[in-house]
């Protein structure tokens, strides 16, 4: 007999095999008691059953590292918190100070870079209406509402007669 018929099976294939020829191994047994001894069939069915308890306990630890590498990954995603503090020894209160101010520092650049961008979109929007053609007199009376605000920007009112609606 081969070494590798003696070995328990350790692929669904090689299980399905062994599955296989050990249900032939009973069909033939009724029909030919003579050609298979009952030690035969007794072996055939260990290495099935072997088999199969290797491939249930490794399908389980291959469960256990899944579920490990997922809350691995999962941890890797969680959102971080805004003041990240040291990870290790002690943390002063100066330190942690010293933080919190360099945060609150990078907080205020980041609203002068949003106000400046806030000013370039106002003043390329001035310079644009400042740059259209000249109104028409069909365009002038309809524009009678227009009045300048105090920043110089036209305000629009309708006419309003009464509160009513």
Do not use: C, Y
Request: glycine share 6%; hydrophobic share 30%.
């Amino acid at each position: 007999m081969p070494s590798s018929s003696v070995s328990p099976p350790t692929t669904v294939d090689q299980l399905r095999n062994s599955i296989n020829n050990a249900q032939n191994a009973t069909n033939e047994s009724s029909e030919e008691e003579s050609n298979i001894s009952g030690d035969h069939l007794r072996g055939r069915l260990d290495r099935i059953f072997t088999g199969s308890l290797i491939q249930a306990e490794l399908a389980a630890q291959h469960q256990q590292d899944i579920k490990k590498l997922l809350h691995a990954n999962q941890r890797k995603n969680w959102k971080k918190t805004r003041r990240s503090l040291q990870t290790g020894g002690v943390l002063s209160i100066k330190d942690a100070n010293h933080r919190i101010e360099a945060k609150n520092l990078e907080r205020m650049k980041k609203d002068v870079r949003r106000a400046q961008q806030d000013q370039k979109i106002l003043e390329k929007e001035k310079e644009r209406l400042a740059n259209r053609p000249p109104l028409n007199e069909a365009e002038n009376e309809a524009l009678e509402g227009f009045m300048v605000g105090p920043d110089g920007e036209p305000l629009i009112f309708k006419n309003i007669t009464s509160l009513d609606g």
